[in-house]
């Protein structure tokens, strides 16, 4: 058995000789005894003979106990404040998903053709094409009609858009293009391109709450898993479609 004695007085030095046989005794000194038994070690001697010799490694003092106690109850507190962050974090996580949803991933050649389906299935305007794509500052930009651009932005640019991850994508428009009007459905085609579940309604007051909230930083969401921004220069504005994923 492992036997911890608190004092090397009198009293905790014969204790410690009483239960030497068939155990792992530690002696816990302080102060000067515990100096002294730090640099000779503890033998005691009695009249009826006998002698117990303590090695030196079996005996501490009340700092070290005093570590111990600290880090383990250190190593406690730790243990406690992750598990409460982990669940405090999962919570806000299921709150986020649940109040703004969330998309699956998906490639950048994936988003663009669907994109493009959308734009051919339901008007007459020009689809994305890499005929009037330039690549810039780690970004994809589709020229699709004077003055209007189809702009994607990858998590990581690597170049290759079979397998990079869209982040966001928006619609920049010139404010001397003759084309706003089309900017417009080409917006809303880039919103079901992102979520074909939301609706035109749906999306016409998405459009609408993200131009009331340009100066406020905020962005439109209703739950579906995408938000949409809007900002604005003296030369363009922009509608951003942010993709919100697990």
Same mark, same amino acid.
């Given at each position: 058995?492992?036997?911890?004695?608190?004092?090397?007085?009198?009293?905790?030095?014969?204790?410690?000789?009483?239960?030497?046989?068939?155990?792992?005794?530690?002696?816990?000194?302080?102060?000067?005894?515990?100096?002294?038994?730090?640099?000779?070690?503890?033998?005691?001697?009695?009249?009826?003979?006998?002698?117990?010799?303590?090695?030196?490694?079996?005996?501490?003092?009340?700092?070290?106990?005093?570590?111990?106690?600290?880090?383990?109850?250190?190593?406690?507190?730790?243990?406690?404040?992750?598990?409460?962050?982990?669940?405090?974090?999962?919570?806000?996580?299921?709150?986020?998903?649940?109040?703004?949803?969330?998309?699956?991933?998906?490639?950048?050649?994936?988003?663009?053709?669907?994109?493009?389906?959308?734009?051919?299935?339901?008007?007459?305007?020009?689809?994305?094409?890499?005929?009037?794509?330039?690549?810039?500052?780690?970004?994809?930009?589709?020229?699709?009609?004077?003055?209007?651009?189809?702009?994607?932005?990858?998590? &990581?640019?690597?170049?290759?858009?079979? @397998?990079?991850?869209?982040?966001? #994508? $928006? *619609?920049?428009?010139? !404010? +001397?293009?003759?084309?706003?009007?089309?900017?417009?459905?080409?917006?809303?085609?880039?919103? &079901?391109?992102?979520?074909?579940?939301? @609706?035109?309604?749906?999306?016409? #007051? $998405? *459009?609408?709450?993200? !131009? +009331?909230?340009?100066?406020?930083?905020?962005?439109?969401?209703?739950?579906?898993?995408?938000?949409?921004?809007?900002?604005?220069?003296?030369?363009?504005?922009?509608?951003?479609? $942010?993709?919100?994923?697990?």
């Amino acid at each position: 058995m492992k036997i911890l004695i608190i004092g090397a007085g009198v009293l905790g030095s014969n204790l410690a000789h009483s239960l030497k046989k068939g155990n792992d005794i530690t002696i816990l000194a302080r102060n000067k005894t515990f100096e002294n038994l730090k640099n000779n070690g503890l033998i005691i001697k009695h009249k009826l003979g006998g002698k117990l010799k303590m090695n030196k490694k079996k005996i501490i003092g009340i700092g070290a106990v005093i570590f111990v106690i600290v880090f383990v109850a250190v190593c406690i507190a730790i243990v406690q404040f992750s598990k409460h962050n982990l669940e405090e974090t999962k919570k806000d996580l299921q709150e986020t998903q649940e109040k703004y949803g969330w998309v699956e991933k998906e490639t950048i050649d994936v988003l663009v053709a669907k994109f493009n389906t959308e734009v051919v299935d339901n008007s007459s305007l020009n689809p994305a094409s890499t005929d009037y794509l330039t690549e810039s500052n780690n970004q994809y930009w589709y020229g699709l009609i004077e003055g209007v651009y189809l702009v994607v932005v990858p998590e &990581k640019y690597t170049g290759d858009k079979t @397998t990079e991850i869209v982040n966001y #994508t $928006l *619609l920049y428009v010139d !404010k +001397t293009s003759k084309y706003e009007s089309d900017a417009i459905s080409y917006i809303k085609h880039l919103i &079901k391109a992102n979520n074909s579940e939301i @609706t035109d309604s749906e999306i016409d #007051t $998405l *459009l609408e709450d993200a !131009k +009331t909230k340009t100066n406020s930083g905020k962005t439109a969401n209703n739950g579906k898993g995408i938000s949409i921004g809007y900002t604005e220069n003296d030369e363009a504005y922009q509608y951003q479609v $942010l993709r919100l994923y697990k």
